[in-house]
Each structure stands twice: as structure tokens, then as C-alpha cells.
């Protein structure tokens, strides 16, 4: 059995599409009718996805963020280890590592925690989601930034989870982990302009000094800290690059990732005018 966590989220549907047939058991918090069977799980509780768990079974382990995070998945990992699973594929971040900033540090123990587990494994390092872009424009005909002017790589979900549909269903090979990327490295000012030409109205990019747009992620609800990090952090990446491009996704499924033009095109109707 395919166990999926996360199975709501945006990797998660699109890898409980591509796995229609296969022996499924998707999870989330809240009951889903998602055309699979469906398990009702918490890792804040880890038993309740522990338990769930049964010799050769394989592991789709992704969760967002939340307080203490790090610790329940890690809980999750070892009753994973103890259950006989055969594999687990989780979804980490670029640049994971123990004390780095925002979720890079958690993520990095969590790595670290499952590389010590013995339970053979494939660690999914994707550069920033396209899908953030339809929250950063909010259907507006602006959005802002503090990237500069810098090249930042994107990755539709989707391709995330074609990979790990592609290793949780090939024979368990070596345990990896697995840099992910998107095919391009543009600056946001040439987001903009395919946000425009794809979407068929003007749209700009503003970018905005560090702390300016901190301000501005406060007035919407984010947290400080978390919003100077955030602000830092791209201004950090926009300087030095999440820009590398790798062709890993390629590698392990057989096709090209998706394009940004192909994203927003496919994604239309979330980036439409508000209102
Ligand atoms: N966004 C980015 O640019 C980016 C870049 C690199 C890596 N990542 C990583 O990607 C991961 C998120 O991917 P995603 O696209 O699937 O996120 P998502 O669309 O936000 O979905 C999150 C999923 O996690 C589940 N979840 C949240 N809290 C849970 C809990 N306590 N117990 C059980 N399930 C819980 C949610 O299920 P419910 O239905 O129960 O809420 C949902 O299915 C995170 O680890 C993030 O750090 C993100």
C-alpha cells in the first residue's frame, strides 16, 4: 500500500491523480472524498498516522509547517522504521539544513533524522512553488517582492509530484535525495511579463526595499519574525540564486518540468481578476 500524507495539498492531489488504480491510502486531518480510500491522520498526533502503518507498505511523508513540527514528523519516522515500511519519500526544501532559516531548518533535521532511520528513503529538495505566485498576485495586476533583480527558480507542484509518484512506484532503489527544480531562472520583472502575455493583462512586478516589504507581509497577517526572514530571505535568494537549474525532474520521470507559461496557462483560473 501507497500511504500519502499531505494528501490535500497541492503535491498531494496531484499525487493522488497520477496513482488512480494503485493500492492508495490518502491522509489528511479532516474526512475527503478524494475518488480513494481515505484515512483520517494528524501528525501532530503521530500515532494517529503511525498506526496506519503496515510491514512493506511505502511512505509519502509531507506535511506544512506547524509549531514543533520537526519532532512529530521525526515521531512519525520512527514508528515508520518500527512498522517494517519499505520506503519513505518526503518533501523537503532546497538548502536543508539543520539551523538554517525559515522552514529550511526544521526540514534539515527532519532529513537528517530520516538518513539515520535505516528505513530506505528519497528526500525531495524542490526550489520554491509557481503555486505561491496566486497568492503573491491575488488576482490584482501587481505583486510585490524584494528579490531585486536576481534569477529565482519556480517548480509547478505538479512535476513534485510526478517524481514521487515515479519513486514510489519503481522498485525501492538507493536512498537519495533529489534537487528539484524548474526548466528557467527568471528575474520577477520577466514573471511579470509571461504573467502577461499568458494571462492577457497587464501585470507588474514592485520590488521593494527589505524592510518595506516585511511591513507589508505584517499588514497581511504574517508573523514577525517570520516576515523580515521571509523578506530576507529573498532578497538572500534574489543575491545568490535558487537559480541553478538541475534536470532531475527529467531524469526520474521521463518528462521536462513544466514551464511557467504552461503553469499559468493551466492555472488561469486562479490568477483571474478579483471581485
Ligand atoms: N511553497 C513553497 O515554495 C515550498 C518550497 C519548497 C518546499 N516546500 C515544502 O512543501 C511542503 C508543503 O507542500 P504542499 O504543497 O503539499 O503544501 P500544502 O498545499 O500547503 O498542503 C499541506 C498538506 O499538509 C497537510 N497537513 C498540514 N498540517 C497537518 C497535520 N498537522 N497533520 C496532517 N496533515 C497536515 C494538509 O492537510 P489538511 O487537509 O489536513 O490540512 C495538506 O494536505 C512543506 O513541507 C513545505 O515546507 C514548500
Same mark, same amino acid.
Given at each position: 500500500?501507497i500511504?500519502?500524507?499531505g494528501?490535500?495539498?497541492?503535491?498531494?492531489?496531484?499525487?493522488?491523480?497520477?496513482?488512480?488504480?494503485?493500492?492508495?491510502?490518502?491522509?489528511?486531518?479532516?474526512?475527503?472524498?478524494?475518488g480513494v480510500?481515505?484515512?483520517?491522520?494528524?501528525?501532530?498526533?503521530p500515532?494517529?498516522?503511525?498506526?496506519?502503518?503496515?510491514?512493506?507498505?511505502r511512505l509519502?511523508?509531507?506535511?506544512?509547517?506547524?509549531?514543533?513540527?520537526?519532532?512529530?514528523?521525526n515521531?512519525?519516522?520512527?514508528r515508520?522504521?518500527?512498522?517494517?515500511?519499505?520506503?519513505?519519500?518526503?518533501?523537503?526544501?532546497?538548502?536543508?539544513?539543520?539551523?538554517?532559516?525559515?522552514?529550511?531548518?526544521?526540514? &534539515?533535521?527532519?532529513?537528517?533524522?530520516l538518513?539515520?532511520?535505516?528505513?530506505? *528513503? $528519497?528526500? +525531495?529538495?524542490? #526550489? !520554491?512553488f509557481?503555486?505561491n505566485?496566486?497568492?503573491?498576485?491575488?488576482?490584482?495586476?501587481?505583486f510585490h517582492?524584494?528579490?531585486?533583480?536576481?534569477?529565482?527558480?519556480?517548480?509547478d507542484?505538479?512535476?513534485?509530484?510526478?517524481?514521487?509518484?515515479?519513486l514510489?512506484?519503481?522498485?525501492?532503489?538507493?536512498?537519495?535525495?533529489?534537487?528539484l527544480?524548474?526548466?528557467e531562472?527568471?528575474?520577477?520583472?520577466?514573471?511579470a511579463?509571461?504573467?502577461?502575455?499568458?494571462?492577457?493583462?497587464?501585470?507588474?512586478?514592485?520590488?521593494?526595499?527589505?524592510?518595506?516589504?516585511?511591513?507589508?507581509?505584517?499588514?497581511? &497577517?504574517?508573523p514577525?519574525?517570520?516576515?523580515?526572514?521571509?523578506?530576507?530571505? *529573498? $532578497?538572500? +535568494?534574489?543575491e #545568490? !540564486?535558487?537559480?541553478?537549474?538541475?534536470?532531475?525532474?527529467e531524469?526520474?520521470?521521463g518528462?521536462?518540468?513544466h514551464?511557467?507559461?504552461?503553469?499559468l496557462?493551466?492555472?488561469a483560473?486562479?490568477?483571474?481578476?478579483?471581485?
Amino acid at each position: 500500500m501507497i500511504v500519502i500524507t499531505g494528501a490535500t495539498g497541492s503535491i498531494g492531489r496531484a499525487l493522488v491523480a497520477r496513482l488512480h488504480g494503485q493500492d492508495v491510502l490518502a491522509v489528511s486531518r479532516k474526512p475527503a472524498d478524494m475518488g480513494v480510500r481515505h484515512a483520517v491522520g494528524d501528525f501532530t498526533s503521530p500515532e494517529t498516522i503511525g498506526g496506519l502503518l503496515s510491514p512493506g507498505d511505502r511512505l509519502f511523508l509531507n506535511s506544512s509547517p506547524f509549531p514543533g513540527w520537526a519532532g512529530r514528523l521525526n515521531e512519525v519516522i520512527d514508528r515508520a522504521a518500527k512498522a517494517g515500511v519499505a520506503q519513505i519519500v518526503s518533501v523537503s526544501v532546497r538548502d536543508a539544513a539543520p539551523g538554517a532559516s525559515l522552514s529550511a531548518g526544521p526540514h &534539515g533535521e527532519i532529513d537528517e533524522h530520516l538518513r539515520a532511520s535505516g528505513v530506505p *528513503h $528519497a528526500i +525531495l529538495q524542490p #526550489t !520554491g512553488f509557481m503555486q505561491n505566485l496566486i497568492g503573491d498576485l491575488r488576482g490584482g495586476d501587481r505583486f510585490h517582492g524584494a528579490w531585486g533583480g536576481g534569477g529565482m527558480n519556480y517548480i509547478d507542484a505538479r512535476d513534485i509530484a510526478a517524481v514521487a509518484a515515479a519513486l514510489l512506484t519503481r522498485p525501492v532503489g538507493a536512498s537519495e535525495s533529489y534537487l528539484l527544480t524548474g526548466p528557467e531562472s527568471p528575474t520577477h520583472e520577466e514573471i511579470a511579463a509571461t504573467m502577461t502575455s499568458v494571462l492577457g493583462r497587464p501585470i507588474a512586478y514592485v520590488d521593494l526595499p527589505v524592510p518595506e516589504m516585511a511591513a507589508r507581509l505584517a499588514g497581511q &497577517g504574517v508573523p514577525e519574525p517570520f516576515a523580515t526572514e521571509l523578506a530576507t530571505a *529573498h $532578497a538572500t +535568494l534574489g543575491e #545568490t !540564486g535558487w537559480a541553478e537549474i538541475t534536470t532531475t525532474v527529467e531524469e526520474v520521470t521521463g518528462r521536462p518540468p513544466h514551464t511557467l507559461a504552461d503553469f499559468l496557462a493551466d492555472h488561469a483560473a486562479a490568477f483571474a481578476p478579483a471581485g
